[in-house]
């Protein structure tokens, strides 16, 4: 098979992962604020909930978590599948476990803001839904910046782990490919567009972290 | 009349009593000042009067209003009640009354000095940004800040960090400001720009309660004044009869303070 070809084979491939990567952080990104006020709620239910929910998310391999979101529905329910229920699984399981991740990194970033900060804001009458929106959070996001790429990073990367419940992303496809044509070419040239890939999220981050850098 | 007046004012934190039952008053146009060593309990009275803080017993009145009332009761009875003895609906109007100016400013460091005043006016009193700008940029000449107001508070030093967090509390219009140790964080060549704005503001009658180290200040702009030791109120009075009163506590108390 000519390069050209395989190329083109793993750009296909390459548009299913990017669209995990954006559909998980599209959903991940809210889901995981929700769960950090849970996981610093003052209702202990809510909050041990959200604790254990973490624990898992980040406590299990992510693989295991897209198997029991895939083929669950069948072997616990008997349910029986739709086709396009794989890649609907994929961005389930990402998103949850994404989510817990992002839950974890909002916390650190709002309990280390000062507290002057809310109480200045309470003193001169902002209400508490006011107060973050306007005054925590935009402190805390620019804060937590740094690991939000860090995991941003990482998801890019962990795209290829739908391999294992066989939805045609870039990896899948460059290892179809390398079987059946007994080469190391499609893995390698995969290699290098999750470089690429990685390389313009990272540049598209610093531009971003320096875009906030516009106070200290 | 009275704009503030608290009333057996009690506090406990884990199990130590830090206000004793304390009686305070404040009229318009009157300047209070709150002097003691460290771990007297003034802040913690201050944070009282401007509900950031619970207090386990006594009564707070705003503008003749009982804004909270709450009865003295052993520890074991009292359950979780932080909303116990608040009238939610007087605590509200209260919140409009008063004003509080932080040791450590507590500025917004993400928006430019004319946000920081500015923002409260829109936001919270729901004011036109054109009124809003007006009034922001009128208190800032008045702050001698003009050339400031696009800059971020990282970027001034402490004195005019202050000046800025008295505008923004200046813009809501409060009757009554309360500070809590405005110049403890700055530079001694800085507190004498927050201190000559302070006194400004009594020319204009604005009430206050200052809690502060600044003897000599205290001694020149209050109307009265607090000398608080160990939760207790153990000396009050004009300012003449409270600096030379013979108390020993407070005799050793400014005596240390006129050595450091």
């Not at chain 2, 709150?34 to 009282?48: A, D, F, H, N, V």
């Amino acid at each position: 098979m000519e390069w050209y070809v395989i190329l083109s084979k793993l750009l296909g491939g390459l548009g299913v992962s990017l669209s995990i990567f954006l559909i998980t952080l599209l959903f991940s990104l809210p889901l995981g604020l929700l769960l950090s006020f849970g996981r610093m709620s003052r209702n202990l239910i809510l909050q041990n909930a959200t604790k254990v929910y973490i624990s898992i998310m980040r406590g299990t391999p992510l693989m295991l978590q897209l198997f029991v979101v895939y083929y669950g529905p069948y072997y616990i329910f008997k349910i029986q599948l739709h086709p396009g229920y794989r890649m609907m699984a994929v961005y389930i399981g990402f998103v949850l476990n994404y989510a817990g991740y992002f839950a974890e990194i909002y916390r650190s970033g709002i309990q280390a803001m000062d507290k002057g900060q809310l109480e200045a804001a309470e003193i001169l009458g902002y209400s508490k839904t006011q107060a973050f929106l306007r005054i925590i959070f935009p402190q805390v996001w620019k804060n937590i910046l740094p690991s939000i790429t860090n995991e941003v990073i990482t998801l890019v990367k962990d795209t290829s782990l739908a391999f294992s419940i066989s939805v045609m992303e870039m990896f899948t496809t460059a290892k179809a490919i390398s079987s059946s044509q007994s080469s190391m070419l499609p893995l390698i040239m995969a290699g290098i567009l999750y470089y690429i890939f990685n390389f313009i999220v990272a540049f598209l981050m610093e531009r971003f972290e320096k875009k906030l850098d516009y106070y200290s | 009349m009275a704009i503030l007046e608290m009333k057996g004012i009690k506090k406990r934190f884990s199990g130590e009593e830090i206000l004793k039952g304390i009686d305070l008053s404040c009229k318009e146009g009157e300047v209070l000042s709150i002097i003691g060593p460290s771990g007297s309990g003034k802040s913690t009275l201050l944070r009282i009067a401007t509900f950031l803080e619970n207090a386990d017993s006594g009564t707070i009145i705003y503008d003749g209003k009982t804004v909270f009332q709450r009865e003295a009761q052993p520890e074991s009875l009292r359950k979780g009640g932080d909303s116990i003895g608040w009238d939610t609906a007087n605590r509200q109007q209260a919140k409009a009354l008063f004003g509080l100016v932080f040791q450590n400013f507590n500025l917004f460091p993400h928006w430019t000095v004319l946000e920081n005043i500015i923002d409260p006016l829109i936001h919270v009193q729901k004011k036109e940004k054109s009124f809003a700008v007006e009034k922001g940029r009128a208190l800032l000449e008045r702050m001698g800040l003009s050339d400031k107001e696009g800059q971020y508070p990282c970027s001034l030093s402490g004195g005019q960090k202050q000046r800025v967090a008295i505008a923004r509390a200046l813009a809501l219009e409060p009757k009554i400001l309360f500070f809590d140790e405005p110049t403890s964080a700055l530079d001694p060549e800085l507190t004498g720009e927050v201190l000559r704005l302070i006194r400004s503001l009594k020319d204009e009658r604005m009430a206050m309660v200052i809690v502060t180290h600044e003897m000599n200040f205290a001694r020149e702009i209050s109307d009265e004044v607090l000398f608080m030791a160990e939760g207790e109120v153990l000396c009050r009075g004009s300012s003449e009869a409270v600096f030379t009163a013979e108390n020993e506590r407070l005799q050793s108390f400014l005596g240390k303070i006129q050595m450091s």
